[in-house]
C-alpha cells in the first residue's frame, strides 16, 4: 500500500474520531438535516465555539447593564483593539495546541521580536517593511530552534520553552541596549498597526467583497465535492451562512465608522473611525492560517499528529518536520503580536512579553475552544477566546475599583480559564 494510501487512512481514522477535524465530511441535503447533526454532535460534546459565543454575549449583558458606556461605539472599538496582540498570538499557540505540546517562550520571544524590529527601524533607521519582516524572520528562526530540541532530540516542549522563556529575557536587554529601559517607535506604520483605521468606504468594500467571496468559493467546493459523489453543504444552508456573515460584519463595520473624535477635533478635520488595520490583519491571518489546517494536506497532516503520533508516523507523515513547524509558525506569529503591542504602548521595553502575556494567549485558544490534550481546535478560536479576554479585562478594569481591583481581576481571569479547561475535559468524556 502506497504511503499516500496510509496517509489518507490515519487522517480518515482521525477525523472519524474527531469530527471537528474535518466538520463537512457528512452534510446532510436538506437545512433541517443539518440543524438536526449540528444539536446531535453539541450533544454528544462537541461544544465547538458555542461555550465562547454564549460567554461573550453573558458578559456583555451584565457589564452593558452595570456601566452605562461599556457598550458604547468608542468602548466596543477599544475591545476590539485591544484584543489584537493576544489574539494574533493565540492563532500560533493553536497549532501548537493541536499536537498537545505547550509554548511558554511565545510572548518573550514575541517581544524580543519586537525588540528587534524597533531597534532596525529607530536605530538604523531601516523602513517599516524591512522592520517587521526582520522581527517576522527573528521569531521565525527561534521557532525553528525550538522546534527542532524538540523534534530531534525529544526534549518536551515544557522544558525547552521554559528555559527559552527565561533566556530571552535577558536576549531582549541585550537588543534593546542594557543602558536603556526601551526603545521609543516613531514610524508611522509601526505605530498604526494598532491605532491605523481603514477609510469608512473601504470597511464596506471590504465586507461586500469577502461575502461575495465566501460565496464564490462555497459554491466551487460543493461542485468539486458533487463531481466526487460526496454529499455537499445545502445552498440554504450556505445562504443563510452568508447573511449571518453579512449581518454581523455590517454590524461592525457600521460601528467602527462612528466617529470617536471630539468636536474640536472634527473641526479641525480630524476623524477617528473605520475599521482598525488590526481587524484586516486578523481577518487575513484568519482566511489563510483557517484554509492552511483545514483544505491542505498539511493541515491534515497536523491533526494525524495530534490525534495519533504513532500511527500517523507508520503511514508515512514526517512527524519531526510537522512539530517543527508548529514552533515557527508560533514564534512568527508571536512575534508580529510583539509589533502591534509595541504600537500600542508607543516602543518596546526590557518588560515587555513577561507576566501573563504568554498565559492570556493560552487562555484565548482555550476558551474558543481548542484543546490543551491535543487534536481539537481551530484557528477561528483565537479570536472568539480573544475577544472574550479583551471584554472580561476591560469590563472589570472599570468596573472594580479600589487598591485590590486587579487582584480581584487576576482571580476572575484564571477562574474563566479554569471554566473553559472544564468544559472542554467534560466534552472530552462526553465524546468516548
Known amino acids: 500500500m502506497s504511503t499516500d494510501t496510509n496517509t489518507r487512512d490515519v487522517v480518515a481514522e482521525h477525523e472519524a474520531a474527531n469530527p471537528a477535524a474535518n466538520v463537512t465530511a457528512l452534510i446532510p441535503q436538506t437545512l433541517g438535516g443539518t440543524f438536526r447533526s449540528y444539536l446531535r454532535s453539541v450533544r454528544g460534546g462537541e461544544t465547538g465555539s458555542v461555550p465562547a ?10 457589564f452593558g447593564v452595570a456601566q452605562g458606556n461599556f457598550l458604547s461605539s468608542s468602548n466596543i472599538v477599544a475591545i476590539v483593539q485591544q484584543s489584537a496582540p493576544t489574539t494574533i498570538m493565540a492563532m500560533g499557540l493553536v497549532f501548537v495546541l493541536l499536537l498537545g505540546e505547550i509554548d511558554l517562550s511565545a510572548g518573550v520571544v514575541g517581544s524580543t521580536a519586537a525588540a528587534f524590529g524597533a531597534v532596525l527601524s529607530v536605530k538604523h533607521g531601516m523602513p517599516w517593511y524591512v522592520a517587521i519582516l526582520g522581527s517576522a524572520a527573528f521569531g521565525g528562526v527561534v521557532g525553528l530552534f525550538l522546534g527542532w530540541l524538540r523534534a530531534k532530540l525529544a526534549i518536551p516542549s515544557f522544558v525547552v520553552t521554559l528555559s527559552a522563556f527565561i533566556a530571552f529575557q535577558g536576549v531582549q536587554i541585550l537588543v534593546i541596549n542594557s543602558k536603556s529601559n526601551g526603545v521609543q517607535v516613531s514610524d508611522q506604520i509601526l505605530h498604526d498597526l494598532y491605532f491605523g483605521r481603514l477609510a469608512p468606504d473601504a470597511g464596506w468594500i471590504l465586507l ?17 465535492r458533487r463531481r466526487k459523489g460526496l ?6 444552508v450556505l ?3 452568508a447573511l449571518a456573515i453579512a449581518v454581523f460584519g455590517g454590524v461592525f463595520v457600521y460601528l467602527m465608522n462612528i466617529d470617536q473624535s471630539v468636536a474640536w477635533q472634527q473641526r479641525a ?3 477617528q473611525q473605520g475599521v482598525p488595520w488590526s481587524s484586516v490583519i486578523i481577518l487575513g491571518l484568519l482566511v489563510v492560517l483557517g484554509f492552511t489546517l483545514t483544505k491542505t494536506r498539511y493541515g491534515r497532516h497536523v491533526f494525524a499528529v495530534g490525534g ?6 507508520r503511514a508515512g507523515i514526517r512527524v519531526m518536520s510537522i512539530r517543527t513547524s508548529v514552533f515557527v509558525l508560533c514564534s512568527a506569529l508571536a512575534a508580529l503580536s510583539g509589533l502591534i503591542l509595541a504600537g500600542q504602548l508607543g516602543g518596546v521595553s526590557t518588560g515587555d ?6 498565559l492570556l494567549a493560552v487562555a484565548a485558544a482555550v476558551i474558543g475552544g481548542t484543546s490543551l490534550m491535543g487534536g481539537r481546535g481551530r484557528v ?9 479576554l479583551a471584554i472580561l479585562q476591560n469590563g472589570i478594569s472599570d468596573l472594580l475599583q479600589g487598591n485590590n481591583a486587579s487582584a480581584y481581576e487576576l482571580i476572575i481571569e484564571g477562574a474563566v480559564l479554569l471554566l473553559a479547561a472544564a468544559v472542554d475535559s467534560v466534552s472530552r468524556r462526553a465524546r468516548r
Open 380 to 388: 477561528v478560536d483565537a479570536i472568539l477566546g480573544g475577544v472574550v
Open 231 to 236: 454529499a455537499a453543504v445545502p445552498l440554504a
Open 53 to 62: 459565543v454564549v460567554g461573550a454575549l453573558i458578559l456583555m449583558v451584565i
Open 239 to 241: 445562504g443563510l451562512r
Open 308 to 313: 495519533n503520533e504513532e500511527a500517523a508516523r
Open 353 to 358: 512579553g513577561a507576566g501573563n502575556t504568554l
Open 269 to 271: 478635520g480630524i476623524h
Open 208 to 224: 461586500v467583497a469577502g461575502v461575495a467571496l465566501y460565496m464564490l468559493v462555497k459554491l466551487v467546493q460543493n461542485a468539486a
